[in-house]
């Protein structure tokens, strides 16, 4: 499935109570509104009008479909009329796709002359949205809420924006992640409870030989690794004579491909420290791998692997790249005072400036031939860094934002891609909230996505989120990091 495959139930809130005639302007309008949503242009997926519902039975079944659909992603509810909430509890009680509460009506203005109470009747989702609001609160159940004119173009934006994150929910929830070699040892920030996150977020973490893998390498055809070198040919630059250890990254990358299409993977982890019968750390091939949606995490970081496919995924079609990426060092001139993002090969290039060139240097660690990768310099602009952490008992998803610039120095000698960028609210306050809330040093760097999806998906996945912004201070950040731990153990 793709993003665009996936589907959203529009379900109306009504009742018998104002007779025929209004019921069948409500489902007329409802189907235009779903009509006009979807020429818009502002939504990733298809809306879909389902009913307008008058029973529990009606909201009932609909959900259950709902549930059964693999298509369908999350729901939209909304009140032309009022739409007595008890009947909603059975359906909503049972639902197990997102839920977005469109807080909106079909008309934009109170027309001074025509009001009267037959007006009065029909539009009142000022009255309905709040009975429907209270039993969303009665239940606890997980929502969004999304107020505005259904026509206005940022609100349709905002909707779509929740759709690409209900979207992420549902494809966390297939996700598979192909582990080659364990965690890097001794390393505690990359460690987690794979039975935990399977429950929670619905991923299969498992471990396939890289052994196995090192036999898939050998076995790659020469053709097909003159057909991918055409294809790295074509997009980028090659800045090194040493083209056999091109070569060799792309027979790395189409034997991690095989394996990983095999098994349905979507996302794999690798360590450097378990390269048995491989030449070279993969680099180029990571990172290929990468710009083409699949996610990484070096280390044996299966948690920001998994996380970068779900990102890569939530934001298919968008231009601004999503990549894997590693807090590396600080530059910490007073009015000039920034984070370098590196790794030693694996950032996506779909955060490149420019054309990123293939090089070939050595590798200190991991006691292997010297890797061909891609080199090059991250774009400007706001983007995110988000980490997942395993707190013991719960898992916390820590986003940042960050404003990327133009690296402000060439630095030749650096053989690796970098990405340099100030956080929020300031490089000391970010750096010490982010060290507060045990941020890991493996993020997604991503400028395609916002923190407000990534709370939304929090929030669909029930887990913690943590966003540090341009208001964030210390000490706010420590009293709320207190309460949600408080909050969590009750939960
Ligand atoms: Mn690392």
Not at 96 to 107: D, E, I, P
């Amino acid at each position: 499935m793709t993003l665009n495959d996936y589907e959203f139930w529009f379900i109306v809130g009504s009742q018998y109570l104002y007779g025929p005639e209004v019921l069948e302007t409500v489902a007329a309008r409802a189907q235009e509104m779903t009509d006009k949503l979807n020429a818009s242009g502002n939504l990733p997926c298809k809306v879909v009008y389902k009913v307008t519902a008058k029973t529990n039975a009606e909201i009932t079944d609909t959900i259950r479909d709902a549930n059964h659909d693999t298509k369908c992603a999350g729901i939209i509810t909304w009140c032309h009329t009022f739409s007595p909430s008890k009947m909603w509890i059975n359906g909503l009680a049972n639902l197990q796709k997102s839920w977005c509460h469109f807080a909106t009506q079909y008309n934009r203005e109170i027309p001074n002359d025509e009001i009267d109470m037959d007006f009065m009747n029909l539009n009142q989702a000022a009255h309905g949205d709040r009975e429907h609001g209270f039993i969303g609160a009665r239940l606890r159940a997980p929502r969004k809420v999304i107020a505005g004119y259904w026509q206005d173009s940022d609100v349709q934006k905002r909707l779509g924006r929740w759709m690409r994150a209900a979207a992420g929910a549902a494809f966390s929830r297939e996700l598979k992640v192909m582990r080659f070699g364990d965690n890097m040892r001794e390393v505690a920030v990359t460690e987690g409870d794979k039975v935990e996150v399977q429950i929670k977020l619905g991923w299969q973490v498992n471990t396939w030989p890289v052994g196995e893998l090192a036999c898939m390498i050998d076995a790659v055809s020469d053709s097909e690794v003159n057909a991918l070198m055409k294809e790295y040919e074509s997009l980028y630059d090659m800045a090194t004579d040493n083209i056999e250890a091109v070569r060799y990254q792309a027979r790395e990358e189409i034997a991690m491909r095989k394996m990983l299409d095999r098994e349905g993977c979507r996302a794999f982890s690798n360590t450097f420290q378990d390269l048995y019968g491989m030449k070279q750390l993969p680099g180029i091939a990571t990172q290929h791998m990468l710009a083409s949606g699949y996610g990484y995490g070096a280390e044996g970081d299966w948690k920001v692997a998994a996380m970068t496919a779900i990102i890569k995924f939530m934001t298919e079609g968008q231009k601004g790249g999503s990549a894997f990426m590693e807090d590396y060092t600080y530059h910490l001139v007073p009015g000039s005072e920034y984070s370098l993002g590196a790794h030693m090969l694996e950032v996506c290039p779909s955060v490149a400036a420019g054309k990123p060139r293939i090089e070939v240097h050595p590798l200190g660690i991991g006691g292997k031939e010297d890797p061909a990768r891609l080199v090059f310099e991250g774009r400007e602009g706001k983007a995110v860094v988000v980490s997942l952490v395993d707190m013991g008992g719960r898992l916390r998803l820590i986003c940042q934002d960050i404003q990327c610039v133009k690296p402000i120095m060439p630095m030749p000698n650096l053989p690796v891609a970098r990405v340099m960028w100030q956080a929020m609210p300031n490089l000391k306050t970010g750096l010490e909230c982010w060290i507060l809330a045990g941020g890991a040093h493996h993020t997604v760097l991503s400028y395609d996505v916002d923190a407000e999806q990534m709370r939304d998906w929090a929030r669909m996945m029930d887990i913690e989120f943590v966003h540090i912004s341009k208001d964030t201070t210390a000490e706010s950040l420590e009293r709320d990091l207190l309460l949600a731990d408080i909050a969590w153990k009750l939960k």
